[in-house]
Each structure stands twice: as structure tokens, then as C-alpha cells.
């Protein structure tokens, strides 16, 4: 794909072109040329993202009808009902880059695409949800702010939007930790146990170490990304700890230190063996939460054919008009 200047000019202007515009922090848009391999960079990237939108509402699910007021309730379901939102919005965006969404769809199924890791953990009791809201949302928001000076227009604005949205996320899961904390011996506790449960996973959403990124040498050459996956783990980090501590809460890393000299914690080692089994489909709930896609998926086929039908009737109406 490309617009009419690709056509014109030769392979490597465009590209000593699109390398300058890029160096220079100047937004692609959807009808300029890009090279194949920016393209593709995006378009895995992107529906890896709205996948983990949409996949992320099932662990949250599972609390709406267990929910301990009307209120907690509300809440969640408006936070679900966003994370759904922001998987169409990022869809849409990717669809700009020529892909369809039955084909993301199709390789999310057939296990091509990832989500994120963080979905294969299952939410067990209700501290779960302020520790997804509170650690899971914070580190998203930590990085999906810096992919708002991305370097791909609809990407970026995209990201504008679902970064508001993700700050109430966050400030939600807080409150809940917050209260469990201010409650009895029983729901510290739970929180206690779901912030050990939920820490390291939520380290690892970040990515591989810097040495360990393969993708990362393209995204900073065309500054897909502003950030290493380092960088935005320990800022997640240092802003993370003091709000655990705050609330009592104990950060389950026992090599967790204050660096004075840096100005910033030094944590203990990942456990990457864990990450690549659950990014590599054999996490606690991988296989729940395909399966369930797939059959949520299939049972909805008949509203996607009645739409299009609709459609389509739409158009031959207008144009047995003309
Ligand atoms: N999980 O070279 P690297 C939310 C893969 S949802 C799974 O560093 P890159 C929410 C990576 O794909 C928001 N896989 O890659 C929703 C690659 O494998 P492939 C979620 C991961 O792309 C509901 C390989 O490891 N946020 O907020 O330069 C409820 C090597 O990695 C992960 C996003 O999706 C992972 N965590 O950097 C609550 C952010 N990390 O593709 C909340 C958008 C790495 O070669 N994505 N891999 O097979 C990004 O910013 C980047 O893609 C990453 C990875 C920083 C994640």
C-alpha cells in the first residue's frame, strides 16, 4: 500500500524519506508510504494490544455478579465496558494499516498473535480486581503514555484517549487495596495475597530486559518507541512502592532496595522462564481464555452477519436510488 508519490519515486528515496521523517518526530499517517517492516512492527504490536484490552475483560468478569456492593459494581462494569472500548478503538487503528479485523481475530485464535501475560493469572478473590485495577491499569497507563508520542498518527491518538480512561482505572484499584487495608485481619489479607500474586506478573507486562528485546532496535529507529521496556518497568517501580507502602502493603521482593546515588529502587531477578511459558500459551488460563473467545466469538457470528446483511441492504437501497 502507499499513495501516489510511491509510484513516482524510487524504493530508496521513499525510504531515506520516511527514515528522515521519522528522525524528525513527524507523525505517519495512514495513507503515507511506509516501509513493509514498519507496517508489520505495527500491526503485531497493535493487535497484541487491543487483544489484551479485549482478553483482559474475562479475569474482571468473573467478579461482576460476586461484587461486594452496588456501587463496587457500577464500577466495574464501566471499567470492563472501557476495556472493551479501548480493544475496538486499537482495532480500528490497526485496520488502517491494511489488515482486517477478522484476520487479527483469526491469528489471535490460531495462537500467531500474543496477548499480554498478565491475563493468564486467575482473579481468586475479590482483592484481585483493586490489584488488577491498581498494579495492572498503573503499569499499562506507565507505558501507554509513552506510546502517545508514537510515531504512528492513529496509534498515538488512540493512546491519548485510552490513557484517560486508564488513570480512573487505576485510582479505582487503589481505593479498593486501600479499603481492604483500612478492614479486618482476614482482608488484609486478601490484599496482601493478591499483591503478592499480581507483582511480578505485572513487572514482566513491560517486556524482556533491554538485552533481551529483539523487536526494540526497529521500534527506537522509527520511534514506535520512546522508552526501553527497563525504563518503563522501573518507573513503574519507583512510583509503585511508595504507594504500597503507604497502605501497608509489603512488596514481595526481598532485594527490593532504595538506590540513593540513582534515585530509584533496585528489585530482584524476574522469573523470564515464567514469562516465556505463559506468553508461549502455557500459562494457569491460557487455555480458558481462548476457549472462551473462540466460543464467545462464534456464538456472536449471527450479529455480525445480520449487521453486514443490514449494510448491505443500505447500500442497494442508495444505490437503486441514484
Ligand atoms: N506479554 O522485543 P520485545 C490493559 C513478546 S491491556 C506478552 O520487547 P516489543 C488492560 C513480544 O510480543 C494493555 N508478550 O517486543 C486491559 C515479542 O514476541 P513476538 C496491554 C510479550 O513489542 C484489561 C517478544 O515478547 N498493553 O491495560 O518491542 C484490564 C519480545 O519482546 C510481552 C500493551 O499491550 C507481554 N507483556 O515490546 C486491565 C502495550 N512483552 O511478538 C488492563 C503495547 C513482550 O515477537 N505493547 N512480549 O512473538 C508494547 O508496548 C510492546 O509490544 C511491549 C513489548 C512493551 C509489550
Not at 500500500?1 to 521523517?21: C, H, K
Not at 488513570?167 to 487495596?177: A, D, K, P, V, W
Request: charged fraction near 25%; charge should be neutral.
Amino acid at each position: 500500500m502507499g499513495n501516489d508519490q510511491s509510484t513516482m519515486v524510487a524504493p530508496d528515496e521513499l525510504l531515506a524519506r520516511f527514515d528522515a521523517r521519522t528522525a524528525a518526530g513527524d507523525a505517519i499517517e495512514a495513507k503515507d508510504w511506509m516501509p513493509d517492516a514498519y507496517r508489520k512492527h505495527l500491526v503485531r504490536q497493535m493487535s497484541q494490544h487491543a487483544h489484551s484490552e479485549v482478553i483482559g475483560m474475562q479475569p474482571e468478569g468473573n467478579w461482576v455478579t460476586r461484587a461486594p456492593s452496588l456501587r463496587a459494581k457500577q464500577i466495574l462494569l464501566a471499567k470492563i465496558q472501557d476495556e472493551g472500548g479501548h480493544g475496538l478503538y486499537l482495532y480500528s487503528a490497526a485496520e488502517t494499516l491494511g489488515i482486517s479485523r477478522d484476520e487479527m481475530i483469526h491469528q489471535l485464535h490460531s495462537g500467531k498473535a500474543k496477548y499480554s501475560n498478565i491475563f493468564n493469572y486467575p482473579t481468586l478473590n475479590w482483592a484481585d480486581i483493586g490489584a488488577i485495577g491498581w498494579l495492572v491499569d498503573g503499569a499499562a497507563i506507565v507505558n501507554q503514555v509513552s506510546l502517545q508520542r508514537t510515531s504512528y498518527g492513529p496509534y498515538s491518538r488512540a493512546m491519548v484517549r485510552i490513557c484517560k480512561e486508564e488513570s480512573f482505572h487505576q485510582r479505582q484499584g487503589y481505593e479498593i487495596m486501600t479499603y481492604m487495608m483500612r478492614g479486618t485481619a482476614e482482608q488484609r489479607e486478601m490484599a496482601q495475597d493478591a499483591m503478592n500474586r499480581w507483582w511480578w506478573p505485572s513487572l514482566m507486562m513491560f517486556g524482556p530486559h533491554d538485552g533481551d528485546s529483539p523487536h526494540s532496535a526497529d521500534a527506537f529507529k522509527w520511534k514506535i518507541k520512546r522508552h526501553t521496556n527497563d525504563e518503563l518497568r522501573q518507573k513503574f517501580i519507583d512510583k509503585t512502592v511508595p504507594q504500597a507502602e503507604l497502605i501497608g502493603l509489603k512488596v514481595p521482593d526481598a532485594d527490593l532496595k532504595w538506590n540513593e546515588e540513582k534515585q530509584s529502587y533496585t528489585y530482584g531477578k524476574i522469573n523470564w522462564d515464567e514469562f516465556h511459558r505463559v506468553i508461549n500459551g502455557n500459562g494457569p488460563c491460557n487455555k480458558q481464555r481462548m476457549e472462551h473467545h473462540i466460543k464467545v466469538h462464534n456464538d456472536g457470528a449471527w450479529v455480525r452477519e445480520a449487521a453486514t446483511a443490514y449494510k448491505n441492504k443500505q447500500n442497494a437501497q442508495k444505490t437503486n436510488l441514484n
